[in-house]
T-cell receptor
Framework: GENVEQHPSTLSVQEGDSAVIKCTYSDSASNYFPWYKQELGKRPQLIIDIRSNVGEKKDQRIAVTLNKTAKHFSLHITETQPEDSAVYFCAASTWSNTGNQFYFGTGTSLTVIP | NAGVTQTPKFQVLKTGQSMTLQCAQDMNHNSMYWYRQDPGMGLRLIYYSASEGTTDKGEVPNGYNVSRLNKREFSLRLESAAPSQTSVYFC???????????FGEGSWLTVV
């Protein structure tokens, strides 16, 4: 099955700096890569996603890049703000004859220091 | 439009007791999932249902059973709870290939 690795597990940045979180995956059949933000005590919520036919996607201060050859994808947050502090999860999704499966990384705890 | 709704939100069980976590979605999604979340281990798939009438084991199915009651509802049952099942449980749903997964608010379960 798919194996998703995520690094770093914790990340502290000064407000206004950029944050980068990296994930690798093992199954070349994976074709959809969402990123989720989870605040303390809340559910994971989608912040951005990318499909395998796209190399980069941006949404305001958030961007995701995908390198299919190397099987890695990254989340970039620019001009970080204290409200960006949360746990971020990457995921890789594969569609098979048994359904749409999602495999998650172990999470990155981001702290933005005011 | 409530999205994914799961109950109960909090539960304390004694070892050996049984309980069922209920989940319902109103987005007409085909696929539904149960995950557990433990510190440092991310979200691990317990069971999933690709469509009404089908269920399959995920990464950590031992000690659990599921029922896809209809397209909207997917329940998770602990037959004989163990302290190792203390966790936060998330139900989720997805429309299908290339579509994202939406989570319920979570159920905090403690087994003593």
């Amino acid at each position: 099955g798919e194996n998703v690795e995520q690094h770093p597990s914790t990340l502290s940045v000064q407000e206004g700096d950029s944050a980068v979180i990296k994930c690798t995956y093992s199954d070349s059949a994976s074709n959809y890569f969402p990123w989720y933000k989870q605040e303390l005590g809340k559910r994971p919520q989608l912040i951005i996603d990318i499909r395998s036919n796209v190399g980069e996607k941006k949404d305001q201060r958030i961007a995701v890049t995908l390198n299919k050859t190397a099987k890695h994808f990254s989340l970039h947050i620019t001009e970080t703000q204290p409200e960006d502090s949360a746990v971020y999860f990457c995921a890789a999704s594969t569609w098979s004859n048994t359904g749409n499966q999602f495999y998650f990384g172990t999470g990155t705890s981001l702290t933005v220091i005011p | 439009n409530a999205g994914v709704t799961q109950t109960p939100k909090f539960q304390v069980l004694k070892t050996g007791q049984s309980m069922t976590l209920q989940c319902a979605q109103d987005m007409n999604h085909n696929s539904m999932y149960w995950y557990r979340q433990d510190p440092g281990m991310g979200l691990r798939l317990i069971y999933y249902s690709a469509s009404e009438g089908t269920t399959d084991k995920g990464e950590v199915p031992n000690g659990y059973n599921v029922s896809r009651l209809n397209k909207r509802e997917f329940s998770l049952r602990l037959e004989s709870a163990a302290p190792s099942q203390t966790s936060v449980y998330f139900c989720a749903s997805s429309q299908g290939a290339g579509n994202t997964i939406y989570f319920g608010e979570g159920s905090w379960l403690t087994v003593v």
